[in-house]
């Protein structure tokens, strides 16, 4: 089909929940602006890579790599762009959650669900008008987490559930340290998953690497569910 990713900027919305209420503010119309503000970058981005040479990356673009890419050394590759994603990424859904009444997505997740409906209603209705694969993306976020918790202090401090750790969660991951099962954090992690057609994961921690059926059965029933599932294993 085509697809692939050609970005992601991610949002920080713990941030934005933060400043919309040392602000007043309505917390949508601060999420709008920034949902604007990476609107607006990826166009640009996007109208760059457009009038990029075929030559610019051979395997891809001339040597069939991509869908089409076939392309004459001196042709512009911005033909080739409308199957491949611009996306909003998410982290720190947890820590949104957190922010707003002091619960976890493990013990509620309403709001969180909440403002990705609303993020989803925004990039399918800017897709028609722009004419770009708009996509929400669950940021794997190996770095991104320990910076967004020092931008976070820095303007707002230390808010226990949110900044009291050195890092952030993953896109709309349960946080690692919670004490439930493999099976809750599917079940967890599943009102989330058709919210983020950019890419994404479900994984689980298996503290017990010797049992190899246990970690098939979960996988069996990760993708059941249709998830794409990982596994991390704590040896």
């Known amino acids: 089909e085509g697809r692939c990713n050609l970005g992601a900027i991610s949002l920080h919305l713990p941030m934005i929940l933060a400043k919309a209420r040392q602000e007043n503010m309505d917390f949508?119309?601060?999420?709008?602006?920034?949902l604007e503000m990476i609107r607006n970058l990826h166009k640009r981005t996007y109208a760059f890579i457009a009038e990029k040479p075929a030559s610019t990356n051979p395997l891809a673009f001339m040597q069939g790599g991509l869908l089409g890419g076939t392309l004459k050394a001196d042709e512009?590759?911005?033909k080739l762009l409308p199957p491949m994603t611009m996306s909003f990424g998410i982290t720190a859904l947890n820590e949104l959650q957190e922010l707003y009444n002091g619960k976890s997505l493990v013990e509620?997740?309403?709001?969180?669900?909440?403002?990705?409906?609303?993020?989803?209603?925004?990039?399918?209705?800017?897709?028609k008008e722009d004419n770009i694969l708009w996509a929400v993306y669950g940021?794997?976020?190996e770095s991104l987490c320990g910076l967004q918790v020092e931008q976070f202090r820095?303007?707002?401090?230390i808010v226990k559930g949110v900044s009291d750790r050195e890092y952030v969660s993953n896109s709309f991951h349960c946080g690692v340290w919670?004490?439930?099962?493999?099976?809750?954090?599917?079940?967890?992690?599943?009102r989330f998953w058709n919210m983020f057609n950019g890419g994404k994961i479900q994984y689980c921690r298996y503290p017990v690497s010797y049992n190899h059926e246990a970690q098939k059965t979960l996988v069996r029933r990760g993708m059941q569910k249709g998830f794409y599932e990982g596994c991390?294993?704590?040896?």
């Open 154 to 157: 820095k303007k707002y401090g």
């Open 28 to 34: 949508y119309e601060v999420l709008d602006y920034y």
């Open 108 to 127: 509620d997740g309403e709001f969180a669900l909440e403002v990705m409906q609303y993020i989803n209603d925004y990039v399918n209705r800017i897709k």
């Open 178 to 190: 919670e004490d439930i099962t493999p099976i809750q954090k599917q079940d967890l992690e599943d």
């Open 232 to 235: 991390n294993l704590a040896l």
């Open 139 to 141: 940021t794997p976020a």
């Open 76 to 78: 512009k590759i911005g």
